[in-house]
Structure formats: structure tokens, C-alpha cells
């Protein structure tokens, strides 16, 4: 049972567009949400949170938006750069837990 | 570089064996978290320590055992291995300063261990 999903395997964008990630999840006791990139070969790096108690929240080119009700969530790249081009991670926290529950990941491939 | 360190960078290792990955958290955190990804399951949680203790588990084998030293240093060790086992294996650390219920910390990972069991 996958409570955390990522329906797109891959998304491609051109440089300067704005990428879209999506992300749905299943359990209500999230109240954490963080998207994480990785390169091949490193560790997921952390790019931003959201907290549930939030709809929106930005940092630089990145923006990530939660809809409670839809269970869902979304990350927006403005604009997207060649250097962007990664996979993508949704994680979410259960109340009280440290654990991470990731996505599958999406890769972005973001052309010149 | 999120300031977690993991030793070794890779490992090649036969069925049966046993094998000992290390993780040093960012300066400070008292938290570590281990997590395996596989091809075909993706980033998975297995254990977390905080300050030495264990905290909390999630889908980690009888054969899969973790410590968290008094340094704050974490060790993960694998038994009786199998070739299902070859796998990243990464370590992540939280800060958890308050000491009550971890909420909403930020994760932050080394670059893992890649173990390929043959």
C-alpha cells in the first residue's frame, strides 16, 4: 500500500518554462511534507518543507503548494534551469514520528 | 554536502555474510535515520535513533540491526545477507534538539552505501 505516490515517472520541460511536480498521499496523519532531489550516485538533497498547517510556501525559483483536501501536493520550479534536471522526491511525515515516507520519484528533465 | 558522512562508499560482499555500514550525523543532530532504496521499492525507512535510543521502526529484517553510540555515531548491520539485500543504503540526521516528540524536522541525507551482495 503506497501512501505516498508520484503518478508521473518523468517530466520534461524546456529551460525558462515552469516545471510541475505532482504528488498525492493517502494517510490524514501527514503533517509534514518535503520534497527532496537527487543526482545519481548522492544522497537526496532537501529543497523545501511545508507544514499542514500551511497552503504555500516559497523559497527562491521553488514553491510548494498542499491541498489538505485533495490530499495533495505539488512543487513548481520558476524558472526551471538544465541544472534542475533530477529526480524528484515527495516525502511526508506522519504526526510525531520522525519517519519519512517517500514517492517514487520523478525525473525531470529540463532541455537548453 | 549536508555535513552526514558515510563509510563505506561501496561494498561488495558474497550471500551470507555480514557486513557493518557507519554514519556520522551533521554536528549537533541527535537524530540518525537509516533508509534502504532498492529498484524496486524505492527510498524505504528502517530505524531511527535519537541520543542513543531507538525511536522508532519501520520495514527493517530480523537480520538488520542498528546502534546509535554515545559520539552520536550510528551503525547498521546487515546478516546473513542476500543478493535481495544489494542495495543504497542511506543515512540521514534530524537535529530532535527539544528532546520531546520529533515534529516536523528536517531530514538531512549522506551520499550512502551501495552493497552489492553476490
Known amino acids: 500500500d503506497q501512501q505516498v505516490k508520484q503518478n508521473s515517472p518523468s517530466l520534461s520541460v524546456q529551460e525558462g518554462r515552469i516545471s510541475i511536480l505532482n504528488c498525492d498521499y493517502t494517510?490524514?496523519?501527514?503533517?509534514?511534507f518535503l520534497w527532496y532531489k537527487k543526482y545519481p550516485a548522492e544522497g537526496p538533497t532537501f529543497l523545501i518543507s511545508?507544514?499542514?498547517?500551511?497552503d504555500k510556501n516559497e523559497d527562491g525559483r521553488f514553491t510548494v503548494f498542499l491541498n489538505k483536501s485533495a490530499k495533495h501536493l505539488s512543487l513548481h520550479i520558476v524558472p526551471s534551469q538544465p541544472g534542475d534536471s533530477a529526480v524528484y522526491f515527495c516525502?511526508?511525515?506522519?504526526?510525531?514520528?520522525?519517519?519519512?515516507?517517500f514517492g517514487q520519484g520523478t525525473t525531470l528533465q529540463v532541455k537548453p | 554536502d549536508s555535513g552526514v558522512t558515510q563509510t563505506p562508499k561501496h561494498l561488495i560482499t558474497a550471500t551470507g555474510q555480514r557486513v557493518t555500514l557507519r554514519c556520522s550525523p551533521r554536528?549537533?543532530?541527535?537524530?540518525v535515520y537509516w533508509y534502504q532504496q532498492s529498484l524496486d521499492q524505492g527510498l524505504q525507512f528502517l530505524i531511527q535513533?535519537?541520543?542513543?535510543?531507538?525511536?522508532a521502526k519501520g520495514n527493517i529484517l530480523e537480520r538488520f540491526s542498528a546502534q546509535q553510540f554515545p559520539d552520536l555515531h550510528s551503525e547498521l548491520n546487515l546478516s546473513s545477507l542476500e543478493l535481495g539485500d544489494s542495495a543504497l543504503y542511506f543515512c540521514?540526521?534530524?537535529?530532535?534538539?527539544?528532546?520531546?516528540?520529533?515534529?516536523?524536522?528536517?531530514?538531512?541525507f549522506g551520499p550512502g552505501t551501495r552493497l552489492l551482495v553476490l
Open positions: 535513533y535519537y541520543n542513543g535510543e531507538e525511536r
Open positions: 540521514a540526521s534530524s537535529a530532535s534538539l527539544s528532546g520531546g516528540p520529533i515534529y516536523q524536522e528536517t531530514q538531512y
Open positions: 511545508i507544514s499542514s498547517i500551511k
Open positions: 494517510n490524514s496523519m501527514f503533517d509534514y
Open positions: 516525502a511526508a511525515s506522519p504526526s510525531n514520528t520522525g519517519k519519512l515516507i
Open positions: 554536528s549537533g543532530d541527535l537524530s
